[in-house]
């Protein structure tokens, strides 16, 4: 009996979690004025917060007319992998095995599927994570480092500097991120459509800090002002402010 009580809480959990976590709040503010249209995608690990709290600010600015869009639009997804952010989890569910919506880009999965019909509309899309360690010093890591797409070298450069200015120490530096794409990723998508995309790694994963203090992650203030940063930035460079 303690069993089949057991199977359908977990069912009924289950049913609640499929109904509430496959369908993303997608939010679009409209200048209702000719100009590009930006996607900001946040989320997608459901434990990288920093991209999450900044597109929250950034839509509540924009909502309230702190910041005031002048021409263009801007579609915002919050929180991607909305069960995992609630239960602190990388993944989408670990159920059968872990699913990993940065690899579900393939037109079928019904999370990621919306994305993809915003991506083909978007001129510009910038993606969100947080990495662990500091790429300039460790080799496998992506943290403070940003992977662009058919983006300008001027542009690429000038925002590079800008996230630098007030960073003393090297390596904590932001740098371009040159490795490829991985198959049937957001950024593999982007890529195959020729749009404009960063991928943006903050450092804010805090997996090896117990091991060197090297890897100690920034604050969340220090990484959400670094996000809000290359918003204003882009928003500017691109006429939408």
Partial sequence: MKNF???IFIFLISIFLYFNCYKSNIIEINSKKKGKTLLIVAGIHGDETTGVIATNLLKNL???NSIKLKAGRIILIETL????YMLNNRYYTTIPKNKDL??????KFQVTKPVIDLVKKADIIIELHDGWGFKKKHKKSVGSSINFHHIDKSV??????????????????FTENIRGPYKNSLRYVANKLKKKYLLVETT??????DLSPEFIIYPLNIRVNQVLLIFRYLLEKYKFL
């Fill in 156 to 173: 690429r450069k000038e925002l590079i500097k800008l996230l630098n200015k007030d960073i003393k120490i090297n390596y904590k530096k």
């Fill in 102 to 107: 940065n690899s579900t880009y393939d037109n």
């Fill in 204 to 209: 804010g994963q805090d997996d090896l800090t």
């Fill in 62 to 64: 924009l909502k309230n």
């Fill in 5 to 7: 009580i057991l199977f």
């Fill in 81 to 84: 992998n909305k069960c995992g």
